[in-house]
């Protein structure tokens, strides 16, 4: 029997999915970490903020995250049933079967989310018990290793939609042909990612980990557009952009801001006062391409 094939649309989501996941494990593991304190402090308001950050995205595209995660389910042979003996108590169990993430991001804040998953007894605290908090990131740890399966299995099964990908670029006409492209940002991974991405796309790009050299390579290059990730070693993104400006004031008028935050209100009133675009994280892959197509664009 032919094995079902998945659209590249489809394929892009699950690994979104995935992706978010782990940032939402990663944010609870650092909420628990009991090694550190004997009673870990409460969550910060940039927090509580990248929780409904990704409870929104997770919200938004459940329906079309679930029929996928459903096929999956269903072909594994660890798959439990709703009528079996483990889950039978289980209020709307085929429900919970086929979307075992809702648990992790129905909650409306974070305190709501510790005590629906009886790791505290009230909404009101933070009083979170060492006991039940390991036994949650064990879940999570459990539940990551099916995720991993799950992107691994789609994977295997999407085809790549020329159409809709090329329907997803600006064309060649308004876009400017093999424009250079600096990215300096302190993640080594969002570098490969972005350079990959970016590469794909046909432009030239450089990347450095490093404002200073960032600096230095404007000075020797003549480059179309910069993307700066924040935080940034060597000196502050106000600071490297004061210089770009002195530098290369056109480059200045194309720089993209990759901010982990902009709930930080100086950092909002500096890209709205220069008239920056900017994108928070995670992005998504689409998303970036557009703005960075759109900006290099003749149009613009």
Known sequence: MAKKRYSAFEGELVFQWVDRWFQLGRLLWDLFRFDETPSPPPPTEIDGINYQGLRFWFIDHESQFRPLWRDFYRSQDWVLRPDGDLIAEIRDAEYVLENAFFCWYGPENLYQLVHALDIQSGIDIWEPSEHRAWTAMMDVLQMSTKVVEFYEWINERTEMDVTT???????????EPGADILVVDHDVSYLKLVS????????????TLDATDALNKIRRKRYNLLIAGQPMPGMKFFELYEYVKTVDPSLAKRTFVLDVSVTEKHMR??????KLSYMSRPFETKQLLNEVNWMLSEDK
């Open 165 to 175: 990908c090329e329907n997803d670029k600006v064309t060649e006409s308004t876009k």
């Open 196 to 207: 990959r991405l970016l590469t794909a796309e046909g432009y030239e790009v450089d990347i």
């Open 269 to 274: 009133e500096f890209l709205l006062k220069n």
